[in-house]
């Protein structure tokens, strides 16, 4: 009886053991999965900064060299020159 016994509380024993790092397993890449998530969120953020500040210069450039610089929205296309260059004109 003494050893029916011994038996089941190492069983249960060895259960709680893989319970337990089945769910340190799991909450672990969980939290791996949400860092690289953050990473990849950061990286995306940048690329579009770097994107919205080189169509600025761009912009920019071109309308400082009293060159059209045409935009397009959508489906509307406009054209933009910096207003310094109409008054040397007139």
């Known amino acids: 009886m003494a050893k029916k016994n011994d038996l089941v509380v190492?069983?249960?024993?060895?259960?709680?053991?893989?319970?337990?790092g089945y769910i340190g397993v799991d909450k672990y890449s969980?939290?791996?999965m949400e860092k690289n998530l953050e990473e990849?969120?950061?990286?995306?953020?940048?690329?579009?900064?770097?994107?919205?500040?080189q169509a600025?210069?761009?912009?920019?450039?071109?309308?400082?060299s009293c060159q059209e610089v045409p935009l397009v929205v959508g489906?509307?296309?406009?054209?933009v020159i910096w207003t310094e260059c109409l008054k040397q004109v007139g």
Not at 56 to 64: F, L, P, Y
């Open 30 to 32: 969980a939290w791996k």
């Open 75 to 79: 489906n509307e296309t406009i054209n």
């Open 10 to 20: 190492i069983v249960l024993v060895v259960a709680l053991i893989l319970t337990i």
């Open 56 to 64: 600025i210069i761009g912009v920019a450039s071109g309308a400082v």
């Open 40 to 53: 990849n969120r950061a990286i995306y953020q940048e690329g579009a900064n770097y994107g919205y500040e």
